[in-house]
């Protein structure tokens, strides 16, 4: 174990990363910080000892954005304070660990809701930023970022404190920048009013993929929020047929008559647990396509104004707690792209070819995005995005994925990176053509090139500065026995 750089008063200790995937692992030392100058000192250090760091937050990305072999991998969820906090406006200053689960639970009861909820409540703010996550609202209100006034950024050369007004290049490139741009230390988010905890839920039956992009061209603007659930495995006449639900937060008029307090309660539990070594084989053509099967059958052809809450509606994967292990001990990739509109054959295409190769994913979903935000990496722009998982194994899996990344980047589309585990590298420019003005601010705030991830290496994100070489330092060996008594205390 390398422990050399453990600043003074930072935990730091060897462990074996993934992201939620499963797939990938690395060995890096994680220091877990507490504070804003816990992060400062802990970069400081880094930085003048010469090695690669990176942040992470819950791991919810599902690939190696938040790992980086042999380098310091800043645990932030620690750092989970609420430092302001705006009850009239709703603007709420918090640690960059506090995660999306706390926020909801402190401001919901106060009639607050996060801007953006991705499908898990699990992830960091700053998780959410350095990706800039994506709901089923960005067709009505963009993406993270876009909701984000102000950060306070810990670089190799100090703490900057940028917004779009304030150093807006600077503040667009950690948007989506996957934590390669600084630290997020903390920020301000403009959250949104709501009345009740409630959502009032419009479901309906899509005969197939065709009938499903009608409605929701059709009709998406009427909500705030859409997302279809997509049969990858139906065929024929019924391929890519789908359960589109729809809906907005609840009015107090919706609600039975509750007092503000009551519809205002939120108190999600997980109700099961995933065993650490579950069955194996749980998840395979026959049993997705009988759950398939059994979801479409179940939904409604039409149903409108049902109330749903947050958790069920947002979230209803957050129920049953380690639920990625059911993949096994390979783990499993999600794909996500985006194409833009016009391009809904490549999204058939898509859809065919899972169907035709019996590619059983459990989870697909399909959104339709709004335009993009100013940020050069930020995933979304202005089409359709499909997310799908598959377990790894089967041998036709990585050339499919790659024949599908060649499809998707000819439509001029983009995977998501904070998915991602497997791209190619010669396809990141193609997908991300504003590469070359994201690095030159990059290099701007990092010119010894500090910032380093497992996935940054696998897609020559940023050019290699010079190797990073083991700390040559004095105080060296004293802190390498502190650090190794911390790690054996703490495991
Ligand atoms: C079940 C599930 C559903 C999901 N649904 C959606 C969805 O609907 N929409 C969507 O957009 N995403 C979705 N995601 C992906 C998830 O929102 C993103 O991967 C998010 O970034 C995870 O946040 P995290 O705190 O877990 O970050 P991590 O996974 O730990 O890290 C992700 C990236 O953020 C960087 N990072 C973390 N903290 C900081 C910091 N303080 N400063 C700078 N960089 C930092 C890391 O270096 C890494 O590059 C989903 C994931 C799961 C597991």
Redo the contacts with the bound molecule.
Sequence with gaps: MNVATAPDGVGISRRVLT??GRTAPSACDVATVRSAEEIDQVLADAAEAGRSV?????????GD??QCAGGIVVD?TAFDTVLEADLGTGLVRVG??TSLDALMRAFVPRGWFVPVS???R???V??????D???KNHHRDGSFCSHVTRLSLATPSGRVEVSPDDDADLFWATAGG??LT????DATLQMIPVQTASLRVDTERATNLDDCIARMTARDAEYRYSVAWIDCLARGSKMGRAVLTRGDHAGLEDVAPAGSEEALRFNPVVRAQVPVTPPSGLLNSVTVAAFNELWFRKAPWLRTGELQSIATFFHP?DGVGAW?RLYGPRGFVQYQFVVPFGAEDTLRDVVTQLSDRRMASFVTVLKRFGPGNPGPLS?PVEGWTLAFDLPVGPAALGPLLDRLDETVAGAGGRV?L??DARLRPELLAAMYPRLPEWRATRNRVDPAGVFV?D?SRRLGFVSSPAPRLAPRRTRARAKTARAATQMNGSG
Excluded at 54 to 62: H, I, K, N, T
Excluded at 182 to 185: A, H, N
């Design positions: 992201g939620w990176v942040a992470r937050g819950l791991a919810r990305s599902y954005a938040a932030t960059a660990g991705p499908g898990t699990y992830v960091t700053g998780g959410a930023i350095a990706s996550i994506h709901g996957m934590g600084g630290i997020v230390v994967l990625n995933f998501y904070a998915k991830s996935l």
